[in-house]
């Protein structure tokens, strides 16, 4: 699952990060994050509880910081490249910390489609989402009561101004290969990406207009993965060609979803972007990247 992949997230190089975000306008006040752990900054280990043990966090912060990784996530370089502080997951309540520049709703092992009584958490897209309509109605009313607390809080321009970012169907996908043949997992895709539709489009109801959406990485490609499918075919970098395939898959209908939306919402900005790519190239030129 996504929340499996600790090593390779922080192989991500800051610099391919920074030059695309530069290579657009990308200049937002706020950032509101929607995913699973390839964006959990600490919701998870916040709201469940749940304790990490080294070697989470330990390149960039000297010890576990919420995230299921040794060192930054993909959000934190984003972040930086805007010049903005990391962000603070919306379960996490100790040390009153700060969302004047956004919110992450993201959480380890998170799915699209409703979580059941065997996923890695109780949490889904769908209640990331409702999770941020609390959020910005409770905002709007502190605002409207206390000039105490402006601080802590983002402006209410922000819901409009602000970038809505996605990393999520991952686990999604890996869920369904251990249960379900390859053409289950394809005929599957549709269904979550139509959940996935519906919460982006609620988002837009509700003034979000700038929306940077990661496609899924090569699931091929994942340690556990490996190990479990490893005896099945595999490509010359030895990732699993089904799991890789079923993500090419998702990620192309996923990209003709946010074309249609861009067509259906003239007054937004839908930025696809291509993970499957920056992590499978990471795989091939290891040896060139570092």
């Given at each position: ?52 043990y080294p070697p989470n966090g330990q390149i960039y912060f000297n010890g576990?910081?919420?995230r299921f990784c040794d060192g930054r996530l993909a959000i934190d370089f ?88 996605f990393d999520i169907g991952q686990n999604d996908l890996t869920i369904a ?114």
């Open positions: 699952m996504a929340h499996r992949l600790s090593l390779c997230k922080i192989l991500i190089p800051f610099l391919i990060y920074r030059s695309l975000a530069f290579s657009i306008d990308f200049n937002y006040p706020a950032v509101f994050n929607f995913g699973d752990s390839n964006s959990d900054t600490g919701g998870y280990v916040a709201g469940l509880p749940y304790h990490l576990p910081a919420g984003l972040m930086d490249a805007m010049d903005l502080p990391f962000l603070n997951p919306y379960l996490d309540a100790i040390g009153a910390p700060s969302f004047a520049q956004g919110c992450n709703f993201a959480l380890f092992g998170c799915t699209i489609l409703p979580a059941t009584a065997t996923s890695p958490t109780p949490y889904s897209f769908g209640q990331q989402v409702a999770q941020f309509f609390r959020f910005k109605a409770r905002v709007l009313i502190l605002q409207a009561t206390t000039k105490s607390l402006d601080k802590y809080l983002p402006a209410d321009d922000y819901f409009e101004k602000g970038l809505y970012m290969f251990n249960h379900s043949s390859f053409d289950q997992v394809l005929a599957f895709i549709p269904r979550i990406l139509s959940d996935f539709e519906v919460g982006v489009k609620k988002l837009y109801e509700h003034g979000a207009r700038n929306f940077w959406i990661h496609n899924t990485g090569p699931l091929g490609c994942l340690p556990e993965t490996i190990e479990q499918f490893g005896t099945d075919p595999s490509d010359e970098v030895g990732c699993v060609i089904k799991q890789n395939h079923a993500a090419k898959y998702f990620n192309l209908q996923l990209q003709v979803m946010c074309s249609r939306l861009q067509d259906l919402y003239q007054d937004a900005k839908i930025t696809y972007v291509d993970i499957f790519a920056i992590k499978y190239n990471l795989m091939v030129e290891y040896t060139t990247l570092g």
